[in-house]
T-cell receptor, first 118, second 113 residues
Framework: GENVEQHPSTLSVQEGDSAVIKCTYSDSASNYFPWYKQELGKRPQLIIDIRSNVGEKKDQRIAVTLNKTAKHFSLHITETQPEDSAVYFCAASIGAGAGGTSYGKLTFGQGTILTVHP | EAQVTQNPRYLITVTGKKLTVTCSQNMNHEYMSWYRQDPGLGLRQIYYSMNVEVTDKGDVPEGYKVSRKEKRNFPLILESPSPNQTSLYFC????????????FGEGSRLTVL
């Protein structure tokens, strides 16, 4: 099955700096890659996602890049703010059209604890 | 208000005592799934359901059962809980199983003594 590795496990930055979190996946059939943010004591919430037919996607201070050949994707947060402090999870899944028996399986990475210091 | 509701939110139980964690969504979503969250391991998928009467195993299904008799409900059943099932459990739903945003419940913290 799919295996998603996420690095680093913890990341500490100063307010205003950029933060980058990287994930690698094992199943070349994966074609959907969401990122979730989980604030302390809260539920995970989707912040951005990318599909395999796109190399990069941006939403204000957040961007995600995908390298299908290398099977890795990254989350980039620019101009970090203290409210960006949270646990971030990457995930990978196989959606419609990809064949196989893995429909519906969404595999998450281990999570990155991001701390933004004022 | 669109939401995924889990109950109970907190539960302490003993080994072997059957329990059910309920999950209900009011968004008419086809897709529902259960995850457990443990420190350093991220979110691991237990079971998922692509529609009514369609369920399948995730990555860590051992010791759990699910059913999907109605579109809105997806209960998680622990027939004989053990201490290694102590965890934070999240139910989630999505518009379809194809791909797209998952909406998570608030989580259920389960402790098995």
């Amino acid at each position: 099955g799919e295996n998603v590795e996420q690095h680093p496990s913890t990341l500490s930055v100063q307010e205003g700096d950029s933060a980058v979190i990287k994930c690698t996946y094992s199943d070349s059939a994966s074609n959907y890659f969401p990122w979730y943010k989980q604030e302390l004591g809260k539920r995970p919430q989707l912040i951005i996602d990318i599909r395999s037919n796109v190399g990069e996607k941006k939403d204000q201070r957040i961007a995600v890049t995908l390298n299908k050949t290398a099977k890795h994707f990254s989350l980039h947060i620019t101009e970090t703010q203290p409210e960006d402090s949270a646990v971030y999870f990457c995930a990978a899944s196989i959606g419609a059209g990809a064949g196989g028996t893995s429909y519906g399986k969404l595999t998450f990475g281990q999570g990155t604890i991001l701390t933004v210091h004022p | 208000e669109a939401q995924v509701t889990q109950n109970p939110r907190y539960l302490i139980t003993v080994t072997g005592k059957k329990l059910t964690v309920t999950c209900s969504q009011n968004m008419n979503h086809e897709y529902m799934s259960w995850y457990r969250q443990d420190p350093g391991l991220g979110l691991r998928q237990i079971y998922y359901s692509m529609n009514v009467e369609v369920t399948d195993k995730g990555d860590v299904p051992e010791g759990y059962k699910v059913s999907r008799k109605e579109k809105r409900n997806f209960p998680l059943i622990l027939e004989s809980p053990s201490p290694n099932q102590t965890s934070l459990y999240f139910c989630a739903s999505g518009r379809s199983w194809v791909t797209g945003e998952l909406f998570f419940g608030e989580g259920s913290r389960l402790t098995v003594l």
